[in-house]
Nanobody, 125 residues
Framework: QVQLVESGGGLVQAGGSLRLSCAAS????????VAWFRQAPGKEREFVAA???????DYADSTKSRFTISRDIAKNTVYLQMGSLKPEDTAVYYC???????????????????WGKGTLVTVSS
């Protein structure tokens, strides 16, 4: 059972930046894709970004010009650097390990094997 622990959430003003981290209990990230999702109050969970085993990335249209996903395989950690934050980015952000080496926004939940518990990001206007 892989455990994923997110950190780095908090309160930030609109236009600001924040970096989220996702640490895994095992060497998952070298062989499996990892994705970030978010769920705003009263809304469904949505895909944010993903990084594949080979370093390839995929982003939601709403985040691709402002967010960057990256990883440090040696540290078993994936990052989500968020910039130009907007109040509508307020959500609980979840890290997820995919079942296989590739994941994109069109894959769906069945492509996810493990979920973290999430970290709250609040963007004030």
């Amino acid at each position: 059972q892989v455990q994923l622990v997110e950190s780095g959430g908090g309160l930030v003003q609109a236009g600001g930046s924040l970096r989220l981290s996702c640490a895994a209990s095992e060497h998952t990230f070298s062989n499996n894709a990892v994705a970030w999702f978010r769920q705003a109050p009263g809304k469904e969970r949505e895909f944010v970004a993903a990084i594949n085993w080979n370093g390839g990335t995929d982003y939601a249209d709403s985040t691709k010009s402002r967010f960057t996903i990256s990883r440090d395989i040696a540290k078993n950690t994936v990052y989500l650097q968020m910039g130009s934050l907007k109040p509508e980015d307020t959500a609980v952000y979840y890290c997820a390990a995919a079942r296989g080496p590739y994941y994109s926004g069109s894959t769906g939940d069945y492509g996810i094997n493990y979920w973290g518990k999430g970290t709250l990001v609040t963007v004030s206007s």
